[in-house]
C-alpha cells in the first residue's frame, strides 16, 4: 500500500461567485486542498461562506499571500484584468503557479481538451473564457480536420442572471478574447464571436453553436472527431452535451453543445461559470500530478 | 397654434436588409440615401440588418462590409443625417463603433435585449464622448413590464444617451400596451422617448399613433414597410397620417412617397406582407428577423414553421438566438419520423 499523496496547495484570490464555486470544487478535488480563501471585505458573501467550511480566510488581497509565500504553490485568480496584471510580477517573484480566470491575457492559453500538457510548462496559465472553454474543443477538431476552413464563428447563449457587472461592462474584451483565441486554436483565418444575454425565468442554460464556413466538409470524420473531443470535455465538465451534431445547413456547417453547471455554488444554469472553472481545476490537478512526480 | 414635432428616423436602409437576407447593393443604398435625402428625412439608418458587425453566419452573411454602405450613404446625405445600430455582443468599439464614427455617422444608436441595458454603457459613453448624437434602444419590448422598461431606459439616460427607444422587434405589441409602456418612460424619463414597430400583427401604423399620443417624440418608420418580418412602420403612411393629426414631421410627403416608390421598384424582392410566418411570429411573439430563416430551416427538414416558432416563444428566444431554429428543427423532425434523421 502507498502512502497518501500530498496535496498541492492552493489559494484563492477573489471571493466573488467565480471564488466561491472554484473553492467547492477544490473541496471535492483529490489532489488539490484550498490552503487559503483572499477577498477584500470579511463581509463578501464569499468569504462567509468559505469561513463557514472552516477555511482560512484573508481580507488583505495580495498582501494576504505576500505575508505568508509559504501558504501555497499554485494560485487561482478571480480578481479582475487590471488586478490580476498587478498580481503577477508579484507572485512570479515569490514562485508561484498562477492559473489565471481573468482576461488578462498573460499567460499560455489553455484549454484542457486540447493543449494541457504543453500548458504545464508554464508558471502563468489563462483560462481564456466561458465561450472560448465550450467552443474551442469543437473549433480545434474542424480545424485540424479542415486546416482550409477559411472562418469559424462561435455564439454562446446564456442566462442574463448568470452574467455578472464585469461580464456586462466587459463584453468587447470578452468577443476580442474568445475571437483570438478560437483563431489561434482553430489556425483559420477569421474568426468571429458573439455573446447573447438571455433573461427567460426559468434561466436557460448555457448553449454554443460553433459555425464554419468549409468547402466540401467531411461531415463523417467531423461527427467521429466531434463526438471523441466531447466526451473528452465530460471527463472535467459533467454538464458538458451535444445537442446538435456536425449539420450542413444554409451553406454552413453548425454544431450545439449546451453546458449545465454542477450546482456547486452557483445555479445548475450557470453553465457558463461553472465550465471555465472545471478548466481551470483541470489545469491544477495536472499541476499537481506532476508535482506528485516530482516528489 | 403650436404643433407638436416628431422626429422621424428611418432604418429602411438598415431594418430593410432583413428583407433581402442583407443583400442590399451599393446602388441601391444610394439610390435610397438621395430619395430619402430630397425628402427631408431627418435620420438615414444604415447597415446589416442587426447592424454594425452582425455580419455573421448567425443571422446571416452581409453582401456589402459595413464600412462601404456607411461610406456610399455619406457620399450623397447632405440634409439627412447619418444613424447606425450597433448591438453589444454582435459588435466592438475598437472594430465597428470606432470606425463607423470616423466613417462619418452622426447618429448612434445602442441597443440591448430589453432587460440588458447594462451592456451598453461603454458604447454609448464612447460615441458620447465623440460628440455625436447618441440613443439607447431596447429591443424585443413586449418581453418586459412597463417598470422593467423604466428601470433599464434610466440605465441608458445614465450613461448618457439622449434618447431611447423602444423596439417592437417581434410586432406583438397591441395599441394598449405601447400607451402603457410608452406613458410609464414619458412620465418619469427627462430625455426623448421613441417608438420603433413592426407589422406582423397588422398593427405597425396604430402602435406608432398611440406611442406618440402616449408622448413619444421619436417615430421610427421605413418606405414601404420595407423591414424584418411583415416589415416596420409604412414610412410614407405614418407621414400621412401623423399630420392628418396635427403632428408636423417637416417630411416632404410628395418626395416621400417618390422615395417609396422607388423602394417599390428597385429595393423589394417582393412586396412586404403579413405572411402566414410573420403572423405566427408576430403571435408567438418572436424576433421578425428570424422568419426567413425559419422558412427555409422548415423546408429542409420538412416540419411545420408554426411548430418551430411557438416553440422558439415558448423558450423565450432573443434577437441573435437564430442558431436554435436549426436545434428545434432537428428536435421536431426526428420527433415526426423518429427513425430517419436529416
Known sequence: MSLPVPKLKVAIIGSGNIGTDLLMKCLRSASLECMMFIGRSFTSPGIVKASGLGIRISDRSIDAIINDPASCDLVFDCTSAADARRHWPILKELGKTVVDLTPAKIGVMCVPAVNLQECLGSQNVNMITCGGQASIPLAHQIGLIHPDAEYIEVVSSIASRSAGPATRLNIDEYLETTEGAVKSFAKCKNAKAILILNPATPCVDMQTTIFAKIDNPDMEKLTLAVKKVVEKVRNYVPGYQLILPPTQEGGRVMITVKVQGRGDYLPMFAGNLDIINCAAIAAAEAFAKIRQKQA | ?342
Open chain 2, 1 to 342: 397654434m403650436t404643433i407638436m414635432k416628431i422626429l422621424i428616423s428611418d432604418p429602411t436602409l438598415r431594418d430593410g436588409n432583413h428583407a433581402v437576407k442583407h443583400q442590399l447593393t451599393l446602388e441601391q443604398v444610394t439610390a435610397y440615401a438621395v430619395a430619402a435625402n430630397a425628402a427631408g428625412v431627418p435620420i438615414v439608418e444604415v447597415g446589416h440588418g442587426n447592424g454594425l458587425g452582425a455580419s455573421s453566419l448567425q443571422v446571416g452573411l452581409s453582401l456589402l462590409e459595413d464600412h462601404a454602405m456607411l461610406k456610399a450613404a455619406r457620399e450623397v446625405l447632405t440634409t439627412s443625417k447619418l444613424g447606425i445600430f450597433m448591438i453589444p455582443g454582435f459588435a466592438t468599439i475598437n472594430k465597428d463603433l470606432r470606425p463607423a464614427l470616423d466613417l462619418g455617422a452622426d447618429v448612434v444608436r445602442i441597443a440591448s435585449h430589453c432587460t440588458e441595458a447594462d451592456t451598453t454603457q461603454r458604447h454609448i459613453g464612447f460615441a458620447r464622448e465623440r460628440g455625436k448624437e447618441v440613443y439607447g434602444v431596447l429591443m424585443m419590448s413586449h418581453m418586459a413590464q412597463g417598470d422593467v422598461l423604466l428601470q433599464e431606459c434610466r440605465k441608458m439616460e445614465s450613461y448618457g444617451a439622449e434618447g431611447v427607444i423602444l423596439m417592437d422587434s417581434a410586432g406583438a405589441s397591441l395599441p394598449s400596451e405601447v400607451t402603457e409602456k410608452v406613458k410609464i418612460l414619458v412620465d418619469h424619463l427627462a430625455i426623448a422617448v421613441g417608438y420603433h414597430a413592426h407589422n406582423n400583427l397588422g398593427l405597425a401604423v396604430a402602435n406608432s399613433i398611440a406611442a406618440a399620443q402616449a408622448g413619444a417624440v421619436i417615430l421610427d418608420g421605413t418606405a414601404c414597410g420595407f423591414g424584418a418580418g411583415a416589415g416596420n412602420t409604412q414610412l410614407e403612411v405614418l407621414v400621412a397620417v401623423l399630420e392628418k393629426s396635427g403632428l408636423s414631421t417637416g417630411i416632404d410627403l410628395y418626395k416621400m412617397l417618390d422615395a417609396a416608390d422607388l423602394v417599390r421598384k428597385k429595393l423589394l424582392e417582393s412586396a412586404i406582407s403579413i405572411s402566414s410566418t410573420s403572423l405566427v411570429s408576430g403571435l408567438a411573439g418572436v424576433f421578425s428577423g428570424f422568419a426567413k430563416h425559419v422558412e427555409r430551416v422548415a423546408g429542409e427538414y420538412n416540419v411545420d414553421f408554426r411548430d418551430i416558432l411557438f416553440e422558439l416563444g415558448r423558450r423565450k428566444a432573443v434577437a441573435g438566438q437564430e442558431d436554435m431554429i436549426v436545434e428545434i428543427a432537428d428536435a421536431l423532425a426526428k420527433k415526426n419520423s423518429p427513425r430517419s434523421s436529416k
